[in-house]
Each structure stands twice: as structure tokens, then as C-alpha cells.
């Protein structure tokens, strides 16, 4: 079997600066010595009257109005494959797009979504075909996922984090997708001890529904000492997919 992948890549071209001339010449000790004392003071003059500047502009209206001003950025990902073999071939392209949103540095509310979106371009693959995937599984050509859609919320006084939305923790007992909230508290203390609690409905993106299945937990976790995480766990989950008839 043949396989081949096209992926589209933009790349911003590094132009190298040439370096200014140097010019030789011949001064005596003491006037270069007199040269570099010089320059000394005036580089701390500078020093001095550049952090007097920024403090004023630290505290001008326009500074405050830029630190309130809301910003959204995020990326976006094109990409074709093409895979063929003597009886069949498969041709599909891909795209994600990730964005995030929040006000200058100290935000207490912020967000992120991230998607993808999957087109396969000489439509469903029949079924046993080699190149059968999980969108064929879903009714069109075209399927879209939401992996991330969550809205966090930290007050300033930094003693505890909300999340709420669609989100991941790899750090549970079993590996979390999530359609719920998580709280937990902002490490504190010498030994850095954070606690938290989540609770909500499994993601099932390859599955049409996931009624009755539900997950929540609660934990623990501190630094005990340097370069060391303990962390303890208590995860309660419901998921047939996942663990058949099991629980927990």
C-alpha cells in the first residue's frame, strides 16, 4: 500500500542583519579609560531616568485603560492526505482552530475553545475498506469535534480557580473528558497543598449518546518536599464504554 500526506506550511523567513564596520584605530590607556567612565555614567543616568518613565507610564490612564483592554488570539491548521493503494484510494483534508480570549495580564475571566473539522473529499469510505476511520462512523462527509470549550474564573485574590465547559485533566485515576466544572484552590502554604473537586458528564465524541453516564471526585495534593508531588485521589465514574459495567 501507497501512502502519501500533503501538508500545507507557511514559514516567515529569518533575514540575517548585517554587522555595522569596524574601524581600527589607536587611542592611549588613559583616554580609554576616561572613555569607559564616561560612558558608565551616562548609561546609569539613562538606567535610572528609563525606570523613572516607565514607573509614570505605569500609572497613566492610558496604561490602566491598555491592561482593561480585551484580547483574543489563537491559531488556525490546514491539512491534506491523500492515501491510495492498486484497488482503492481515500483523499481528506483536516482543519483545526484553536482561539483564546481575556483581558491583558491580570484577567480574572478567561476562555478557550479549540475544534477540528474533517471533509473527506471523495466521500465515505464503504464498509472494510483499509482506509476506514472513526469520522465514516458519523453520517456525512464532513464531521466536526469540540475537544476544548471552557471558561475559567480567578478572582484576584488568588485563593481559588473555577473552570467550567468542556475540558481535560490527565492527573485522574482514569483519564478525564469532560462536560462539567472543576474547582480547586491556588497552591498555598510551604508545602504548596491545593485541593479540588470536579464533577460532570463524560465526552464521548465518537459515541451518539452517553446518557446516564456521569463522573465526579474530589483531591488532594501538596509538595512534600523539594523536587516531590504527592497527590491523592478519589474519582467516582460512570461509563459503559469505558469500564463496561464496572464502576469506579
Do not use: N
Not at 516567515?12 to 555614567?41: G, K, Y
Not at 483592554?69 to 491548521?77: A, H, L, R, V, Y
Not at 471558561?151 to 492527573?171: E, F, H, M, N, S
Amino acid at each position: 500500500m501507497a501512502q502519501a500526506e500533503r501538508a500545507a506550511v507557511v514559514r516567515t523567513p529569518l533575514v540575517p542583519m548585517a554587522a555595522p564596520p569596524i574601524h581600527a584605530s589607536r587611542t592611549s590607556a588613559s583616554t580609554a579609560l576616561r572613555t569607559l567612565a564616561a560612558c558608565a555614567a551616562l548609561c546609569g543616568a539613562s538606567w535610572g531616568q528609563g525606570e523613572s518613565v516607565a514607573s509614570a507610564r505605569a500609572d497613566t490612564p492610558e496604561h490602566a485603560k491598555l491592561d482593561a483592554t480585551p484580547w483574543i488570539e489563537g491559531w488556525t491548521s490546514l491539512r491534506f492526505r491523500s492515501r491510495w493503494t492498486d484497488d482503492e484510494d481515500d483523499h481528506d483534508a483536516y482543519s483545526i482552530l484553536a482561539l483564546d480570549y481575556g483581558v491583558a495580564r491580570h484577567s480574572e475571566l478567561t476562555a478557550h475553545v479549540m475544534g477540528r473539522v474533517a471533509a473527506d473529499l471523495d466521500g465515505r469510505e464503504a464498509a472494510g475498506s483499509v482506509f476506514g476511520s472513526l469520522e465514516d462512523h458519523h453520517d456525512g462527509a464532513v464531521t466536526a469535534e469540540l475537544y476544548h470549550a471552557w471558561i475559567d474564573w480567578a478572582p484576584k485574590d488568588g485563593t481559588l480557580a473555577v473552570r467550567a465547559g468542556r475540558q481535560i485533566d490527565a492527573r485522574t485515576p482514569e483519564f478525564l473528558h469532560l462536560d462539567g466544572i472543576t474547582l480547586r484552590t491556588r497552591p498555598a502554604g510551604a508545602r504548596a497543598v491545593e485541593l479540588g473537586l470536579y464533577g460532570g458528564v463524560p465526552v464521548r465524541l465518537y459515541e451518539s449518546s452517553s446518557s446516564g453516564d456521569r463522573a465526579f471526585g474530589t483531591w488532594a495534593e501538596a509538595r512534600p518536599w523539594k523536587g516531590a508531588r504527592a497527590r491523592v485521589d478519589w474519582m467516582h465514574i460512570e461509563d459503559d464504554v469505558l469500564l463496561g459495567e464496572f464502576r469506579d
